[in-house]
């Protein structure tokens, strides 16, 4: 059978068929496909009841809840202290269905801090009048301006949990930018966030229109909490007779965390507990700690480890450094314990702001994400602690430990990176459908993976063509990445040079030898000799 579409048209306009021949439609009439035969009469496919079946499975923000994606944000904002009149002379953003609609200005309100209001009035498609007069006189500040769509995204998640499962759809409004002020929350199984296609990295032009339907941090004030910070967490509900969470999945759906480059969202996604979870055809953004996080919840009926999980076709990245950055690490001076209980620390000199997140490195050489509510540009950091994931699993001493702020730092990272969450762990580099633990002491790119290339190549042009002959199972690889790194992610990127006959065999002997060794199931010595590296 080939493929074929049926038209979205009504029936009553239609001709009545040719004998022998019936008119498919999807009548617009009332949202049902038809049929009309012969003798011009029409005629369902199926019925209501099964139409409502039919659309339990798909719960979609925009149609369904409310939701609008018409978050815009631009570059190029400019106002006045004392003056409510907003300038943004080159986007030329505005419309006058914009009034009414939520704004926010980075370092405009008092004390520099983020100015929240609404557009009272337009005046042009470069300026609007504010409801609320700024505090500060700023320029070429990041303006983002739309619809709060926290409550129709939760409200489809809220649906589909109920149902046991379905997929959430966030393909349409106008900029297809979702903005929420607080965390979305997935507690329920089977519950899928799908969106058109997923984002690309953008160097040139407005990332924003980089693609795909993008789910927005959208706060006003910065996260002061391990759990206000969060633009997505999917985690089971926790009871010591509760199971772990089961089926969630993110497919073509984008998370912006960056909010103005002021008060961006501490975590882009946290899963917590959850088995078979995937994620594929994904951009993570500007995440000021963690862009994705594996951990567990404290209380749980089962494991609570994430298990079984995939992820392909993504990308984590940050752009810039916020205005205000400490990039420079200070130490910290005693032994201590961390915990959920609040402590002070002892560190050096420094120029941390007065509170905030940083990460400190513990004496297993894991990093933990720590809160501290005070004290920043001072010898002591007030009220310390961890989060209550870090405390079941993350050995959490620390003994003059380097501490550094936990914002996000310009680097181009296109392949995942999460963040680590027990002390036995290696890290987890996914790769296409197959799941490779590598520890980090195979990425070695340079000058060694070059010379053992070469002394790889001298040994192939030594070895007397008949010997290659009597050894059927000997086959030798050449990769065209430059480093271990890229061998890992371009699975198949091998180019295979056979020595003799039995290709076939040889080729599937070199998959299984590598896969071992990706795995670990080879000692180091044989990793090292393995003529790929």
């Known amino acids: 059978m080939g493929r074929f579409r049926i038209l979205k048209e009504s029936l009553a306009a239609i001709p009545t068929p040719a004998a022998g021949y019936v008119q498919f439609a999807w009548d617009t009439a009332d949202g049902l496909p038809k049929y009309k035969d012969e003798t011009g009469a029409v005629s369902s496919l199926f019925g209501a009841t099964e139409k409502n079946k039919l659309k339990t499975l798909v719960y979609d923000v925009v149609n369904d809840y409310g939701g609008k994606g018409d978050l815009k944000t631009v570059p190029d904002g400019a106002v006045t202290n004392g003056n409510p009149l907003l300038t943004c002379a080159t986007s030329a953003p505005f419309v006058l269905a914009d009034v009414g609609k939520r704004i926010t200005l980075p370092r405009a309100g008092a ?114 909490t391990f759990t206000n910070g969060i633009l997505l967490q999917a985690a089971p509900v926790q009871g010591a007779s509760n199971p772990a969470l089961t089926g969630f999945g993110v497919s073509g759906l984008s998370f912006d965390c960056r909010n103005g480059d002021q008060n961006g969202a501490l975590i882009g996604v946290q899963i917590l507990s959850a088995h078979g979870f995937f994620m594929r055809d994904f951009y993570v953004i500007d995440a000021s700690a963690v862009g994705i996080d594996t951990n567990v919840v404290t209380t749980l009926g089962e494991a609570r480890d994430c298990t079984r999980w995939l992820m392909e076709r993504g990308c984590i990245r940050e752009l810039d450094n916020p205005a205000g950055a400490v990039v420079s690490g200070v130490t910290t001076s005693s032994a201590v314990t961390l915990s959920t209980t609040p402590q002070s620390l002892t560190v050096t000199a420094n120029a941390l702001p007065a509170a905030g997140f940083v990460w400190i490195m513990t004496n297993m050489g894991y990093p933990v994400l720590v809160n501290y509510t005070g004290g920043g540009g001072t010898t002591t950091l007030t009220s310390c602690s961890i989060s209550a994931g870090e405390a079941v699993n993350a050995p959490a001493t620390i003994n003059g430990s380097n501490v550094v702020q936990a914002l996000r730092r310009r680097h181009d990272r296109e392949h995942v990176l999460l963040h680590r969450t027990d002390a036995a762990a290696q890290p987890w580099h996914d790769v296409g459908p ?87 199931e080879l000692p180091a010595r044989q990793w090292r000799a393995h003529p790929c590296r």
């Open 434 to 520: 197959r799941r490779v633990r590598v520890s980090q002491q195979r990425f070695d790119p340079g000058q060694r993976h070059h010379d053992q290339r070469r002394q790889r190549n001298q040994r192939r042009r030594d070895q007397p063509h008949s010997q290659a002959r009597r050894a059927p199972q000997r086959f030798e690889l050449e990769c065209d990445a430059r480093c271990a790194q890229q061998h890992v992610r371009r699975w198949f990127g091998w180019r295979w040079r056979p020595l003799g006959d039995g290709l076939d065999e040889r080729r599937r002997a070199a998959r299984r030898h590598l896969a071992a060794a990706l795995l670990g």
């Open 111 to 224: 004390a520099n801090a983020t100015l929240t209001t609404t557009i009272a009035s337009f005046v042009s498609a470069t300026q609007v009048n504010l409801t609320v007069s700024p505090s500060s006189t700023v320029s070429s500040i990041i303006t983002s301006f739309g619809t709060d769509d926290t409550t129709a995204v939760q409200n489809a998640i809220n649906a589909a949990q109920t149902a046991g499962g379905g997929i959430v759809w966030f393909g349409g409004g106008t900029t297809h930018r979702f903005g929420v002020t607080s965390t979305i929350t997935v507690t329920g199984n089977g519950v899928q966030l799908w969106g058109p296609s997923g984002a690309h990295t953008s160097d040139i032009g407005d990332y924003t229109k980089s693609g795909s339907a993008w789910l927005c941090w959208w706060a006003g004030s910065a996260p002061t």
